[in-house]
């Protein structure tokens, strides 16, 4: 303890004034008394700085351990936090990916739709060099920008003839209400992508409040990819077009309704392996 280093400060120093007043005492030097009780005092004043200095270090070492100890548990705590964050939102994502595959099932002219959307989709992101969780992104955008259609009239939907003005204004609500359904368990970003992946590059959708590269990245690229597999796949209204044609399509709606850059990555996307991704 420090008043053990007291005691040994004390002792050291009387036995350092004893040493310096030897030769007085026994007549070689002449030597002040009081120098020898101030040498006494030096040395008792150092031990208790020494002393002192002792348990503030074992204060010091115990209060850091402490809070090192306190700084693990609160670590601890925030990643079992985390992890059950993640674990709810992964059951509510597969909860409503399971409600649109179930809605897609429902209606035999888009079954699989979304799983195809997004193979294409992360095929062009792909291409276009996005990093793994933009990829990440885009492929969860894809999955769930349909979940917004149960608000629609399935008679609407699933009507076999051209839909009205009002009818198609009715059908496109789905986007604003899908990216309202997937909020509390997605990022900001896939919600962006969803509300506008039915905008067009030149600003020509319904209900439109940007334009160009204003867009999200995400949106423009999943746009493209919900129309060429929409193009394909048989429809109430009209029989699938063949993949050339589709792209032919695309070429005419270039810098009106596609983004040119998210057009020339899916062009760069090998035939045989866009036909894969329509299976």
Same mark, same amino acid.
């Given at each position: 303890?420090?008043?053990?280093?007291?005691?040994? &400060?004390? !002792?050291? /120093? +009387?036995?350092? @004034? $004893?040493?310096?007043?030897?030769?007085?005492?026994? =007549?070689?030097?002449? *030597?002040?008394?009081?120098?020898?009780?101030?040498?006494?005092?030096?040395?008792?004043?150092?031990?208790?700085?020494?002393?002192?200095?002792?348990?503030?270090?074992?204060?010091?070492?115990?209060?850091?351990?402490?809070?090192?100890?306190?700084?693990?548990?609160?670590?601890?705590?925030?990643?079992?936090?985390?992890?059950?964050?993640?674990?709810?939102?992964?059951?509510?994502? &597969?909860? !409503?990916? /399971? +409600?649109?595959? @179930? $809605?897609?099932?429902?209606?035999?002219?888009?079954? =699989?739709?979304?799983? *195809?959307?997004?193979?294409?989709?992360?095929?062009?992101?792909?291409?276009?060099?996005?990093?793994?969780?933009?990829?990440?992104?885009?492929?969860?955008?894809?999955?769930?920008?349909?979940?917004?259609k149960i608000a629609v009239d399935q008679?609407?939907?699933?009507k076999t003839s051209q839909l009205t003005?009002?009818?198609?204004?009715?059908?496109?609500?789905?986007?604003?209400?899908?990216?309202? !359904?997937?909020?509390?368990?997605?990022?900001?970003?896939?919600?962006?992508?969803?509300?506008?992946?039915?905008?067009?590059y030149n600003g020509g959708g319904l209900?439109?409040?940007?334009?160009?590269?204003?867009?999200?990245?995400?949106?423009?690229?999943?746009?493209?990819?919900?129309?060429?597999?929409?193009?394909?796949?048989?429809?109430?209204?009209?029989?699938?077009?063949?993949?050339?044609?589709?792209?032919?399509?695309?070429?005419?709606?270039?810098?009106?309704?596609?983004?040119?850059?998210?057009?020339?990555?899916?062009?760069?996307?090998?035939?045989?392996?866009?036909?894969?991704?329509?299976?």
């Open positions: 303890s420090w008043r053990f280093g007291i005691w040994k &400060g004390i !002792i050291a /120093s +009387l036995i350092l @004034a $004893l040493v310096i007043s030897l030769p007085s005492i026994l =007549g070689f030097r002449d *030597r002040a008394f009081w120098l020898d009780i101030g040498l006494v005092l030096f040395g008792f004043v150092v031990s208790l700085v020494l002393g002192r200095q002792g348990t503030l270090q074992r204060l010091l070492f115990k209060s850091t351990l402490a809070l090192q100890q306190q700084a693990q548990q609160l670590k601890l705590e925030i990643d079992e936090r985390f992890k059950a964050e993640r674990e709810l939102r992964m059951l509510s994502f &597969g909860a !409503i990916e /399971s +409600l649109v595959f @179930a $809605l897609e099932a429902k209606d035999k002219y888009s079954a =699989g739709h979304s799983r *195809r959307v997004a193979s294409i989709a992360v095929a062009i992101g792909k291409k276009m060099n996005l990093s793994a969780e933009d990829l990440e992104d885009i492929r969860c955008s894809s999955l769930l920008h349909d979940v917004g008679i609407i939907q699933n003005s009002a009818e198609y204004r009715h059908v496109m609500i789905h986007s604003r209400a899908g990216a309202g !359904i997937v909020r509390p368990i997605v990022n900001s970003k896939v919600v962006k992508v969803i509300e506008h992946h039915h905008d067009h209900h439109q409040v940007v334009t160009g590269e204003d867009i999200p990245l995400g949106a423009r690229i999943l746009a493209l990819a919900d129309a060429f597999d929409a193009m394909t796949s048989d429809r109430p209204y009209r029989a699938a077009m063949s993949v050339a044609e589709a792209i032919k399509e695309i070429h005419i709606f270039t810098e009106t309704q596609f983004d040119p850059v998210v057009v020339k990555a899916f062009l760069e996307i090998p035939m045989t392996e866009i036909t894969s991704l329509l299976e």
